[in-house]
T-cell receptor, first 113, second 115 residues
């Protein structure tokens, strides 16, 4: 089945710095890659997603890149703020006709003011 | 903004007891899911439900687990005889369409502790 690896497990940055979280997937049939943010004690929420027909997508301070050949995708957050502190999960969807996302382990991002 | 709601937020139970976790998906959503997350580990898929039947399930979802949509609004996960390793955060989610075409909306989770 699909396997999604996510790194790092913890990322600590200073306010204003950039943060990058990387994920790799194993199944070349995956074609949809959402990212979810989970603040402490709250539900995971979709923050950005990318489909396999594009290489990059940006939404204000958040961007996601996809390299289909290498089977990896990354989340980039620029000008980080303390409210960006949360656990971020990547996922890959589209395994062999299934639409069930396989999630990464999560990255705990801590932004120090 | 509509939300997926889950109850209870935390349940403590003795090994071997039955547990029912409840979820109310967003009202116009058609696909429902249960995921679990053991502390420090991945969010794992358990089961998806569509048109009043299970559409997919993982290896984790064995005979000890069952799901039901008893009344058109609630979506429940039952664990018949809990084991210590069932201790985890259980997330319910719903989507208006099959993933890949629509966003997955999560509830806030039900933390299950099996003693």
């Amino acid at each position: 089945g699909e396997n999604v690896e996510q790194h790092p497990s913890t990322l600590s940055v200073q306010e204003g710095d950039s943060a990058v979280i990387k994920c790799t997937y194993s199944d070349s049939a995956s074609n949809y890659f959402p990212w979810y943010k989970q603040e402490l004690g709250k539900r995971p929420q979709l923050i950005i997603d990318i489909r396999s027909n594009v290489g990059e997508k940006k939404d204000q301070r958040i961007a996601v890149t996809l390299n289909k050949t290498a089977k990896h995708f990354s989340l980039h957050i620029t000008e980080t703020q303390p409210e960006d502190s949360a656990v971020y999960f990547c996922a890959a969807v589209g395994l062999g006709g299934s639409y069930i996302p396989t999630f990464g382990r999560g990255t705990s991002l801590i932004v120090h003011p | 903004e509509p939300e997926v709601t889950q109850t209870p937020s935390h349940q403590v139970t003795q090994m071997g007891q039955e547990v029912i976790l409840r979820c109310v998906p967003i009202s116009n959503h058609l696909y429902f899911y249960w995921y679990r997350q053991i502390l420090g580990q991945k969010v794992e898929f358990l089961v998806s439900f569509y048109n009043n039947e299970i559409s997919e399930k993982s290896e984790i979802f064995d005979d000890q687990f069952s799901v039901e949509r008893p009344d058109g609004s609630n979506f429940t996960l039952k664990i018949r005889s809990t084991k210590l390793e069932d201790s985890a955060m259980y997330f319910c989610a719903s989507s208006v369409s099959k993933l890949g075409t629509g966003e997955l909306f999560f509830g806030e989770g039900s933390r299950l502790t099996v003693l």
